[in-house]
């Protein structure tokens, strides 16, 4: 029996496992990363948009500081998230920004003078200051009230991760490649580590390790077309699904990108829209201000999404024998803008499109995106049910999304949670002698073990890619951007089916080393399991909530459904998860329950809402000279890493 | 997109070095074509209806993530962002990206290879300060034009198409090759990386760094992020020289 020992194994190599490993390293404890692939390749490296942080360089970025980034991402979340979360996230941004720089990410800068713009369809002279000449400057994007999404020409996601990576190789980090996590060991609520398979040998391997932290990415492929990589499949959220003890958070939350290219469905980056590209319809009409007046194409993700996908249904969609479509127009931004900052969007539209989109539309329509929902965990990025185990980045449910994300808000995410939850790690392994049975272990690897040697052992069975395809297809149908009871009751009864039948696979290419057939006969019955989190946690989920939009109940409902739903799979022979309420606790919050300001306000509120309001109000009252910091405080005291405690500066302003 | 329905045969070099005594042979597949049927399209439907033994490596399938390099009638190019439509007769050969050590089929461990290179060019800041930064301040300014130009070298997806293009590099083993040299050179413009042109030097300054090269561009010409590797080699040379 092989077996590896680590302080701190990281399962994943994107932004967020990167990070996480590097903080315990720094910490000086040792630490392994698996990646599927080279971590370079990790699907981190397609954020071409870029990562919020409330600098406020820009002159469009004038005021902003954390307190107005919370508003936007608690508005943005529909009040989904936890507050407290997003607080230390809003805080430390600036600082995993500028510790980016230093670390050598090439961000775009501020340029002293005037430049052109496209604002609302129509060419703007804006004048940057003199002062703030080379700062990190920063786009607009979606759902934002400044502009404070801080970019690389159009590969801030490659440069953030290239320098990350870069950094875990100078730190001497091993990563261990072509290797993937299929479960994970315990015993009484502790975590130990994982079995893991060598994607070249067959190998199984087990990693022993006092911490172990989930970054393993999104698992947009649960659905048929999607932005995500191929690799974006969520066996890391399966893999604590599986142990039963684990939870998972808000599997329902799932975004949706308006602008994807049609049919393959690669993403033309919110930049298009944030630098003002316009989205249009079949007789070339300019149909989102007539929707969203305020914010109009930049309303949030799940706003835009659904009014085009409504604004379809119409029948006003650019008929393709691929279905429906609409355009987006970045043709007005001019070739030099185009070339310089939309470049990854004008190679995606020659090479997979034909088309140039300095001088022709885009077609486009909204594509699975995101995965608001994950392994649910504490502030810490500790899973709440299961010791020793953590989380990080797409694949967490750390929640500072809740029911959805905003666009720069998830590579920001990836950094300043392997920041602060890599402390934590760290902390965790300083506290936390490895005490395992090789037993234990032994019984794990065994239990792998025999579950391949069945796989390979049968002789008629279930082809795994069909299974997918089916899977695939029944969550793209039924379980997408609108939902409804009939829908989403017929998809949990034929996932059931799926899952059944997932049990019973059967390979035609029996051999145990690399072997694609064999990946995908591991991997689709855990895929299953996540599809019917997702399905069924939003079939009970009676209300509609950010991106989770219900036909039949519309409105945002406070009063019975301010709470994150919480699944478990405690059985092998369950065929659907359990599932549990965690509630918001509106007293507790900085920001009670408001209006996004989209559309007509429906909300149910909670009762606690209006309570809340009043007690603010006093609180505000009998602290005249608080300033901004103090009153966050009295309001909602977070916890973070003392190191990351400090006030942020900003140009014209200081540290206030 | 072309919407004629033609039968493409896609010729692909099949080998498991897993499986001992196997031996590698081109078998053909054929494919029903596709409006804007690309060969990572073509190459998983191969794999799903006609043999699900096929390995290959793509992740993002969209040109970004560099995994998919193979070579394509003789070109090394990304797999992922190549359309059929591009091939008149239909017929397209694919063979793993030579210079690398073969997994199996068109897959290929550049991984290895490409921390090698990292490690061996120290692909990162070299600045004492670099960990010690008052993250709460203003950052360090730079220059928006420098800031491109940093960028503009750093777009490199470590695909490793200039590796197997790269004549010099197949007689040479040890040869860092052009995204090595890209690589430094990255670095070498960077104001934050307080290395100097001697340390530099020390990296690149012999016949497996940039004398060695033979400037015959086979970089250049397939590199499939059009990197600017003739200029950048040229004036690393220039730079290099005034060393010593
Ligand atoms: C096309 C696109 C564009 C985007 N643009 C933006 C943007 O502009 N701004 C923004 O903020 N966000 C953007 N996002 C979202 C953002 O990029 C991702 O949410 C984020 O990068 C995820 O990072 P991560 O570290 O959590 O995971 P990833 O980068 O996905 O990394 C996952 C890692 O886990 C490994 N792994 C997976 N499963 C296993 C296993 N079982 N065993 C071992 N290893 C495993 C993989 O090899 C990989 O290394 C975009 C997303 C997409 C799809
Ligand atoms: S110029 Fe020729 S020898 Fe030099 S790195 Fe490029 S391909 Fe290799
Ligand atoms: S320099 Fe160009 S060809 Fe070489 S690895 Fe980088 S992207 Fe690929
Ligand atoms: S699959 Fe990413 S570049 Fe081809």
């Known amino acids: 029996m092989k077996i590896v020992y680590t302080d701190s194994l990281i399962i994943g190599g994107g932004l967020a496992g990167l990070r996480v490993a590097i903080a315990a390293k720094q910490r000086g404890y040792d630490s392994i990363v698996l990646s599927l692939m080279p971590a370079k390749r990790s699907h981190s490296a397609a954020a071409q948009g870029g990562m919020q942080a409330s600098l406020g360089a820009s002159v469009k970025g004038e005021g902003d500081n954390e307190d107005v980034h919370f508003e936007d991402t608690v508005k943005g979340s529909d009040w989904g998230c936890d507050q407290d979360v997003a607080r230390m996230f809003v805080n430390t941004a600036p600082k995993a920004i500028r510790q980016l720089a230093a670390w050598g990410v090439p961000w775009s800068r501020v340029r002293r003078g005037n430049r052109e713009v496209v604002i609302n369809g129509e060419k703007v002279t804006i004048t940057e200051k003199n002062e703030a000449h080379g700062l990190i400057t920063a786009r607009d994007f979606g759902g934002t009230k400044k502009w404070r999404t801080c970019y690389t020409s159009d590969g801030a996601g490659h440069t953030m991760l290239y320098c990350m990576d870069n950094k875990a190789i100078q730190l001497g980090i091993q990563v261990h490649e072509r290797k993937e996590a299929i479960a994970l060991i315990h015993e009484d609520g502790v975590c130990y580590g994982a079995i893991v398979r060598d994607l070249i040998t067959g190998e199984l391997i087990a990693y022993v390790a006092k911490a172990t932290t989930i970054a393993t990415g999104g698992y947009g492929r649960l659905y048929s077309v999607t932005t995500n990589a191929v690799i974006s499949e969520g066996i890391g959220c399966a893999i604590a699904l599986e142990t039963g003890v684990a939870t998972l958070g808000n599997m329902e939350a799932v975004q949706f990108h308006p602008t994807a290219i049609v049919p393959v469905g690669i993403l033309t980056t919110e930049g298009c829209r944030g630098d003002g590209g316009l989205l249009l319809d079949k007789d070339g009409y300019r149909f989102m201000p007539d929707y969203e007046p305020g914010k109009k194409e930049l309303a949030s993700r799940d706003v835009v999404s659904r009014r085009m996908t409504e604004h379809m249904r119409k029948g006003k969609g650019v008929p393709s024998r691929y279905g429906d479509h609409l355009w987006l127009d970045i043709t007005l931004l001019g070739r030099k803008h185009i070339e310089r900052n939309l470049r990854e969007v004008k190679e995606i539209c020659e090479y997979f499109l034909g088309i140039d989109p300095v001088e022709e539309y885009i077609p486009v329509r909204p594509t699975q995106h995101y995965s608001m929902g994950g392994v649910r965990t504490g502030p810490t990025g500790e899973s709440q049910t299961m010791k020793g185990l953590f989380s990080a980045g797409e694949a967490s449910c750390w929640d500072m999304h809740g029911f959805n994300r905003l666009g720069g808000n998830s590579v920001a995410e990836t950094v300043v949670a392997g920041m602060i939850v890599g402390e934590y790690v760290a902390d965790h392994c300083a506290g936390n002698p490895l005490k395992i049975d090789t037993k234990l272990i032994g019984h794990f690897m065994d239990r792998e073990d025999r579950k391949i040697s069945n796989l390979l052992g049968r002789d008629k069975g279930e082809n795994p890619f069909e299974l997918k395809k089916e899977m695939q297809q029944i969550m793209m149908d039924k379980v997408g951007i609108f939902r409804n009871e009939t829908d989403l009751a017929q998809a949990v009864e034929e996932l059931k089916v799926l899952h059944q039948r997932s049990k019973n696979i059967a390979l035609k290419h029996r051999i145990s080393s690399s072997n694609p057939e064999l990946v995908e006969a591991i991997r689709v019955p855990k895929m299953i399991r996540l599809a019917q989190c997702v399905a069924y946690g939003a079939m009970l989920r009676k209300e509609s909530r950010g991106a989770h939009a219900r036909e039949d109940y519309p409105e945002r409902n406070d009063r019975d459904w301010l709470k994150r739903t919480l699944t478990t799979w405690k059985s092998e022979d369950d065929d659907l998860p359990e599932v549990s309420y965690e509630e918001l606790d509106v007293m507790k919050m900085e920001m009670p329950p408001g209006s996004r300001g989209y559309g007509v306000d429906n909300t149910i509120h909670h009762p606690n809402t209006e309570k809340r309001v009043a007690e603010i109000e006093e609180i505000e009252k009998a602290h005249p000279d608080a300033d901004r910091f103090e009153l966050q405080q009295l309001l909602n005291p977070i916890n973070v890493p003392d190191k990351f405690r400090g006030k942020n500066e900003r140009i014209g302003r200081g540290y206030k | ?244």
């Open chain 2, 1 to 244: 997109m072309s919407e004629q329905e033609r039968v493409l045969k896609f010729h692909i070099l099949r080998y498991n070095p897993q499986i001992k005594g196997d031996i590698p042979t081109m078998k053909t597949y054929e494919v029903e074509e596709a409006p804007g049927m690309t060969i990572f399209i073509a190459l998983n439907d191969i794999r799903e209806k006609q043999d699900p033994s096929l390995q290959f490596d793509f992740i993002c399938r969209a040109g970004i993530c560099g995994s998919c390099a193979m070579i394509i009638n003789g070109r090394p190019d990304l797999a992922c962002r190549t359309l059929t439509s591009k091939f008149p007769d239909g017929e397209i050969k694919l063979l793993p990206l030579p210079g690398f050590e073969l997994i199996g089929d068109l897959s290929v461990n550049t991984g290895k290879f490409m921390r090698g290179m990292s490690e061996r060019v120290e692909s990162w800041i070299h600045d004492e300060h670099a960990d010690n930064v008052d993250l709460d301040r203003l950052e360090e300014r730079m220059d928006p034009d420098v800031a491109d130009e940093i960028y503009e070298l750093e777009r490199c997806v470590e695909c490793g198409c200039c590796v197997s293009a790269c004549a010099t590099k197949r007689m040479r083993e040890g040869f860092l090759t052009a995204f090595g040299f890209m690589r430094l050179a990255r670095y070498a413009i960077d104001p934050r990386d307080k290395r100097s042109d001697e340390e530099f030097y020390e990296i690149i300054g012999d016949d497996e760094g940039v004398f060695g090269c033979m400037t015959l561009l086979g970089c250049q010409d397939y590199c499939p992020k059009d990197l600017p590797h003739q200029t950048q080699i040229a004036s690393l040379r220039r730079r290099m020289a005034r060393v010593r």
